[in-house]
């Protein structure tokens, strides 16, 4: 028994040996994204808000909305100067996350599309809803003050300048929410 004692002890004892050549700095991760989500309730939305759409050839027309303010506190002014910012959201009797901004024709009020934009400031986010009329020339219902907003899922992205850099140098368009969603989850 002794000797099987010793044979273990010589046999598990094992030279260290020179250390190997460094390895290659690996490429930074995606630590510069912040992705969450959050329900909005009817009692959330205010009224009246107002989105201005820019329609191109110095046309904006001004748009009375439904609103919501968030605080984003990962949108910072690096991120509004170099960083992108991206909203999703699940629409009612939808179960798979949508871009925005998102229109649609629904069937109550028929007579209108419905609308989801946001836009973004330092440190907060507003999504805005807001009806125009489904055919061009007809005049956009009243109803929206007192329309009632149903639960809605939102999810939103911030990435930072380094991250859309990255986006760009790989041909993403950082315009197009799905390809970047896409660039993003592939682990770029």
């Known amino acids: 028994m002794l000797l099987t004692t010793v044979l273990f002890t010589l046999c598990a004892c094992k030279k260290e040996g020179p250390a190997g050549p460094a390895g290659k700095d690996g490429e930074n991760g995606n630590a510069n994204i912040t992705a969450k989500k959050f329900t909005t309730m009817a009692s959330t939305w205010k009224y009246p808000g107002h989105y201005a759409l820019d329609y191109g050839n110095n046309q904006v027309k001004l748009h009375f909305s439904k609103y919501i303010t968030v605080e984003a506190p990962e949108i910072t002014k690096d991120v509004i100067d170099n960083g992108l910012v991206l909203m999703y959201m699940i629409p009612k009797g939808v179960h798979n996350w949508m871009p925005l901004p998102l229109s649609f024709q629904a069937v109550s009020p028929s007579d209108v599309v ?4 946001y836009e973004y400031r330092q440190g907060t ?3 805005h809803y807001y009806w125009t009329a489904n055919t061009t020339g007809k005049a956009v219902p009243d109803g929206l003050e007192t329309t009632l907003m149903p639960f809605y899922n939102f999810r939103y992205v911030v990435a930072s300048g380094v991250m859309t850099d990255k986006m760009k140098a790989s ?8 390809a970047v969603e896409l660039a993003l989850s592939g682990g770029l």
């Open 114 to 117: 419905h609308n989801f934009a």
């Open 125 to 127: 986010l507003t999504i």
């Open 171 to 178: 041909g993403v368009n950082t315009q197009d929410p799905v």
